[in-house]
């Protein structure tokens, strides 16, 4: 077997990330845009020690779930990895694709999964995009990773902020990255992407908190989403963020109803701990980036004796492997799969965790 050689198989797995897995003598080849149970053609482009990576070619027998992509720039823009599968069969395999990380990696061997949360909306529904100007190419990087495609409209976006996308092709200017968001969006700082779940985020986290909570320290609290869903109902409220942009957009949304600390979450954990009225009524929440929580702040949370974690993750691998280690001090309760993005790879999951006694 070698790069350019020509294979049919069967996709036996989609991995996370997006791309089906066929299994060629004995290697595993991966390949975008095929789904589950397809019978497809490719061809080997890139051979390593224990996998490949392939091109498809053709569907010879495709699944019920394929449907055409709505959007010209599918396959080429790298921005989207499942338009070519119905919505239902996104949220299954990303539903698996948890399951699977919880397990393999977490060891968690029957994780308490809740259906999952769906977007209400399939297109149209991100409040905010970046986009990328090069020359008079303006777009999204395309799926390797290097060229830029030019875009006129994405169909992600929702329609002020395509309107916003259009009205900078007409009159490019100097940058060579912008951030178009939707007016009610703030210009400072994270906020949640998904126009259709916004409110259901909010109510979301503050639901999972438990009884007699009477604090919360939110680390990676960016601009003061989730809290404001709890501050009506939680006296004492302590804010973490290094962004102080995002911590101005806090503290305009909240005031004086909150605490404020810029730095790292490893910074000001400890301190905010030790002079907490009582960690025994204390939830902790943690929405940290991509590459999940740090050695220090999984240390920090192994120490510090909260009631409850709540736990919101982009990422079910660095997911699995924090929850692991500090199995031995928190007890995962509950897991809730929420897909932002719907037609992306990426799936978000909130767990509940109760301190072990």
């Known amino acids: 077997?070698?790069?350019?050689?020509?294979?049919?198989?069967?996709?036996?797995d989609i991995a996370y990330g997006g791309e089906a897995v066929i299994r060629q003598d004995g290697m595993a080849i991966f390949v975008p845009f095929a789904a589950m149970g397809e019978t497809i053609r490719f061809q080997l482009i890139e051979k390593k020690k224990k996998f490949g990576r392939g091109l498809l070619l053709d569907v010879l027998v495709p699944s019920p779930s394929?449907?055409?992509?709505?959007?010209?720039?599918?396959?080429?823009?790298?921005?989207?990895?499942?338009?070519?599968?119905?919505?239902?069969?996104?949220?299954?395999?990303?539903?698996?694709?948890?399951?699977?990380?919880?397990q393999r990696l977490g060891g968690f061997e029957n994780p308490n999964l809740l259906p999952v949360i769906a977007s209400p909306f399939e297109f149209n529904y991100r409040n905010r995009i970046s986009v990328h100007q090069l020359g008079k190419t303006i777009g999204f990087k395309a799926l390797n990773g290097r060229d830029l495609v030019d875009i006129t409209e994405c169909r992600l976006a929702t329609p002020e902020v395509?309107?916003?996308?259009?009205?900078?092709?007409?009159?490019?200017?100097?940058?060579?990255?912008?951030?178009?968001?939707a007016s009610h969006i703030p210009e400072l700082g994270f906020f949640q992407a998904n126009d259709g779940l916004l409110t259901q985020l909010k109510s979301l986290m503050s639901s999972h908190l438990e009884s007699g909570i009477d604090s919360v320290v939110e680390c990676y609290a960016g601009a003061g989403f989730f809290a404001e869903a709890y501050a009506s109902n939680i006296p004492h409220i302590h804010l973490i963020e290094q962004d102080s942009r995002s911590?101005?957009?806090?503290?305009?949304?909240?005031?004086?109803k909150a605490h404020y600390y810029e730095g790292s979450c490893e910074e000001h954990l400890e301190n905010v701990h030790a002079n907490l009225i009582n960690a025994g009524t204390t939830a902790c929440i943690v929405d940290p980036p991509?590459?999940?929580?740090?050695?220090?702040?999984?240390?920090?949370?192994?120490?510090?004796?909260?009631?409850?974690?709540?736990?919101?993750?982009?990422?079910?691998?660095?997911?699995?492997?924090?929850l692991k280690e500090l199995s031995a001090h928190w007890e995962p309760c509950v897991f809730q799969p929420v897909d932002l993005f719907p037609q992306t790879a990426h799936i978000e999951c909130l767990v509940s965790c109760r301190r072990k006694e």
Request: aromatic residues 8%.
């Open 162 to 181: 395509n309107r916003k996308l259009s009205h900078l092709r007409s009159k490019p200017g100097q940058r060579e990255h912008y951030s178009l968001r």
């Open 290 to 322: 991509r590459d999940g929580l740090s050695d220090g702040m999984r240390q920090l949370l192994k120490d510090k004796a909260f009631l409850q974690l709540l736990y919101l993750s982009c990422n079910p691998s660095t997911l699995a492997r924090d």
């Open 1 to 12: 077997m070698k790069t350019g050689d020509i294979f049919e198989g069967i996709v036996q």
């Open 66 to 102: 394929r449907r055409d992509a709505p959007c010209p720039y599918f396959g080429r823009c790298g921005g989207c990895q499942y338009q070519h599968v119905s919505y239902e069969e996104q949220l299954r395999i990303k539903t698996k694709q948890l399951k699977d990380a919880l």
């Open 247 to 256: 911590l101005q957009a806090a503290r305009l949304l909240l005031g004086e």
